[in-house]
């Protein structure tokens, strides 16, 4: 057996996790500065990668490693049953039988909607094992940045980057620069890891970490579960960055370990050891350093059709004058597009429907943690509540623990894994000025379908909202059940 | 993919910041298997009421702008989904470069993989370009890549950066994938080496 390999630095300077994990992925430097990086996972699913597998059939080429890329149908398939033997929509049908042909004729890792393993990609890597800090990571996706959570360096690519991650193993990149957000101290109660997320990207705009590679630190961030750790890097994309990460710590080598495709025995230990140089070396330089205080973030929602259109649940609707630059003309047309009357209280907003699920929310803390508020209660009438969990593995354990009993109860649609209403390829939608209470990661104008309004926020929030049928303080409920 | 020099035309002005690529090209159109024949649903659910029919105020729906090759946009132009889609609606209807002060990172590379020049100056650039473009067919943008400058109508030049490997592809119209394969043997002894240092990856 060989040594694992260092991660001493190869220069004296101090470096920082980023730079750890680019330096040992380099196959080739050109003399411009431009990388080939070598790609530890790649994730596929039947949205952007047909014209890839396409581009491969056209020019006689292979898949370079089959047994690292893994492929599953999450972003078009129903979240209700029969979905196995047949698809209604038909462009949803082709796109995944693509996939299911694609999958088998390159010989990729494929979990088909028929195995229970199934689920949404981001989430299905880290559950199956597939996910491993110190990794490279990519799939055509942008929330890939969910996997650097474990300390891997994960991000979206386009289709032609699939194309080409699949013919070679590696991607033609530049480096990012570095940048540290560091949540110091203690949440309070009622805030979660979306909150922090979504305070970040309050704070520095959705293009504030555009150049850049965040890595997310401070007491409040490794206070977090490995989940709440995946939540807070999933939406590092909604803040611009090329990805976010969370150095590996004991939590995450205990969440990896026994999991299906994690190593064992001998291959364990070395890479534990390997795995503990992955962090920051003091002294190392960040490029852009963001700090907020813990007991500062409230649980939040967001108001506009921008993930940066962030506030306290107790501010009220901003007017466009409130802001500067093209920001005002954005600001009016979502206040028109949200249906909102500026000065508002948020708390005052009615909500129509309330999903809980994505690869944002959709692990079984999230429904642990939206189940906890809504048991023993009703949805407001009038209320249409879907919970999609984000694996079938995870809606397994949500049946055995009870809590899908609990969602149905209070009137929720207990539904099959996938990515649903989030994007809404699938059935799974809004209609035009229905308005939701999510728990997903986009508000874009009909992101969740055409005309529908999206409010983001936690997921004991959005069972808050689902309760009152209105966007609801989750401290206001918690010193109802106290 | 299609070489990129020089082109001259008339520009789009969209000045809205964060335009995402749930905008550009909305998600029901996402479920081809081809790169072709999105421009009819370019900026869709902008362009077009919820029955089809064109929304007049729409910038390129206007006479003026229905032939553009250029967008001039707000901040951060593509931001979101990592579609490659957007930059495939962009190019089926004739877009081939947009200037804005800043794009998202996926979004600026997928554009270099399919043709298309996504420019980054500074606002009062961005602001001169803007009311050019306002001038529809009045007014034509020159977009010289090899020179690596933007002409207004009025003559005004500004010079942009751009990666000199993505300027050459583009250029030259070439496939990375190609060039790739071309350092095979630094793949393979990477694969090697690596196996042996990280045997679990």
């Known amino acids: 057996m060989p040594e694992p390999k260092s991660t001493a630095p190869k220069s004296a300077a101090p470096r920082t996790l980023y730079d750890k994990i680019w330096d040992d992925h380099v196959v080739h430097t050109s003399e411009d500065g431009t990388c080939l990086l070598y790609i530890d996972r790649h994730l596929v699913h039947e949205v952007t990668s047909p014209q890839a597998f396409e581009g491969l059939r056209m020019t006689g080429r292979k898949v370079r490693a089959p047994e690292k890329t893994i492929a599953v149908p999450d972003h078009n398939v129903p979240t209700t049953e029969g979905r196995e033997t047949h698809i209604d929509n038909e462009e949803s049908r082709i796109q995944v039988n693509a996939l299911d042909r694609n999958a088998r004729e390159f010989g990729v890792v494929y979990y088909p909607v028929t195995d229970i393993r199934q689920g949404i990609v981001h989430i299905v890597g880290p559950e199956q094992g597939w996910t491993l800090p110190g990794m490279t990571v990519v799939c055509g996706d942008s929330h890939t940045a969910t996997h650097g959570a474990f300390g891997a360096l994960a991000h979206g690519i386009g289709t032609s980057e699939v194309e080409h991650v699949l013919a070679t193993q590696t991607l033609i990149q530049k480096k990012s620069k ?48 490995m989940e709440g750790r995946m939540t807070v890097c999933n939406m590092a994309i909604e803040g611009g960055a090329r990805a976010g990460l969370i150095a590996p710590d004991e939590k995450t080598f205990a969440y990896c370990m026994g999991r299906p495709h994690a190593p064992k025995g001998a291959k364990w ?86 999903f809980i699920g994505s690869c944002t929310n959709g692990r079984i803390e999230d429904l642990r943690a939206a189940a906890g508020i809504l048991k023993g209660r009703k949805m407001a009438p009038g209320v249409r509540g879907m919970v999609v969990p984000g694996s079938g593995l995870v809606r397994l354990q949500a049946e055995e ?63 808050a909202a689902a309760i009152t049928g209105h966007l609801t303080d989750i401290r206001d409920i918690m010193a109802e059940t106290a | 993919m299609d070489k990129f020099t020089t082109i001259t035309g008339i520009a789009a002005p969209m000045p809205l910041v964060n335009i995402d690529t749930d905008m550009i090209i909305p998600k029901q159109f996402l479920k081809t298997i081809k790169r ?28 003026a702008y229905r032939e553009s090759q250029i ?8 931001c979101g989904s990592s579609r ?32 298309i020049l996504p420019i980054i100056l500074p606002q009062d650039a961005v602001d001169h370009l803007m009311d050019d473009a306002k001038k529809g067919a009045n007014a034509r943008i020159t977009v010289d890549l090899e020179n690596q400058t933007v002409t207004a109508s009025d003559g005004t030049s500004f010079a942009f950066e751009v990666d000199a490997f993505k300027k050459h592809c583009l250029i030259n119209g070439l496939d990375d994938i190609g060039l790739t394969m071309e350092k095979v043997s630094a793949i393979d002894s990477f694969e090697k080496q690596n196996a042996a240092a990280r045997p679990w990856a």
């Open chain 2, 36 to 63: 072709s024949g999105l421009g009819v649903n370019l900026f869709d659910e902008m362009r077009y009421t919820q029955d089809g029919k064109e929304i007049p105020d729409f910038v390129l729906n206007q006479p």
């Open chain 1, 269 to 354: 230990e070395a890479a534990v050891t390997y795995w503990k140089g992955l962090f920051t070396d003091e002294g190392a330089h960040f490029d852009k350093v963001i700090t907020i205080k813990g007991e500062d973030i409230a649980p939040v929602v967001t108001w506009g059709t921008s993930p940066e259109d962030v506030l306290p649940i107790t501010a009220t609707v901003p007017f466009a004058a409130d802001f500067q630059g093209g920001k005002i003309e954005a600001a009016q047309r979502s206040i028109d597009y949200m249906g909102l009357t500026p000065g508002m209280k948020l708390t005052d907003v009615k909500v129509d429907a309330v």
């Open chain 2, 84 to 115: 490659e889609h957007a930059p495939w609606a962009l190019l089926d209807f004739g877009i081939r470069s947009v200037i804005s002060t800043s794009f998202a990172d996926i979004f600026y590379n997928n554009c270099f993989k399919n043709g």
């Open chain 2, 71 to 78: 967008i001039v946009a707000g901040d951060n132009f593509g």
């Open chain 1, 178 to 225: 570095n940048m540290k957000v560091e949540i110091t101290g203690k949440l309070l109660p009622g805030v979660t890891a979306k909150d922090i997320t979504l305070a970040v990207i309050g704070k520095t705009g959705t293009a504030g970490g555009t150049g850049y590679v965040i890595e997310y630190c401070g007491e409040a961030i490794r206070d977090l579960s």
């Open chain 1, 401 to 463: 623990e009870g809590l899908a009993q609990i969602f149905m109860d209070a009137g929720f649609e207990w539904r099959l894994a996938g990515c649903s209403m989030c994007l809404g390829m699938n059935p799974d939608q809004l209609a035009p000025g229905e308005r939701c209470a999510a728990t997903s990661n986009r508000n874009f104008e009909g992101r969740m379908g055409r005309g529908g309004r999206t409010h983001l926020m936690s997921p004991i929030m959005a069972a």
